[in-house]
């Protein structure tokens, strides 16, 4: 008896541009993981400093870095003549960018409060017209 194999196994795929959204956004946290697992093992086996910034379709900005982004970021500013505009204008939207997320998460979280403080006060009431009612 032979049996059929279940799985394709690994198999080479062309690295070409995946068109289908869903499994561009998979692929794309599964290879982030990849890299920064990458990324974590070049600074265990050599003791380097590494910082990986990796931005998706949706303009997140996804960190790595060993002992920390922002640490390693400040010593490569002191390091390199301030005539590399370009690399100050990364690590700043870098920076930029991981603000906005800050502010919107901010900004959902204030909503949500806002809304369950409005829930409170329906509740409070209606808790008080059922005490009126009893009695």
Request: aromatic content about 6%.
């Amino acid at each position: 008896m032979v049996q059929e194999k279940k799985t394709r196994g690994l198999q080479k795929i062309d690295i070409v541009k995946i068109e289908n959204e869903q499994n561009l956004q998979v692929t794309f946290r599964k290879r982030r993981a990849g890299l920064f697992k990458k990324a974590s093992e070049l600074c265990t086996l050599t003791g380097s400093k590494v910082t990986l910034v990796v931005f998706s379709l949706g303009k997140k900005a996804y960190c790595f870095g060993s002992p920390g982004v922002n640490a390693i970021i400040d010593r490569f500013e002191s390091q390199t003549p301030k005539s590399i505009d370009s690399s100050n204008l990364l690590l700043e939207a870098h920076r930029k960018i991981n603000v906005q997320h800050l502010n919107n998460e901010l900004t959902i979280l204030q909503n949500q409060f806002e809304a369950e403080k409005k829930r409170g006060k329906t509740l409070n009431q209606q808790r008080k017209v059922g005490e009126t009612c009893h009695w």
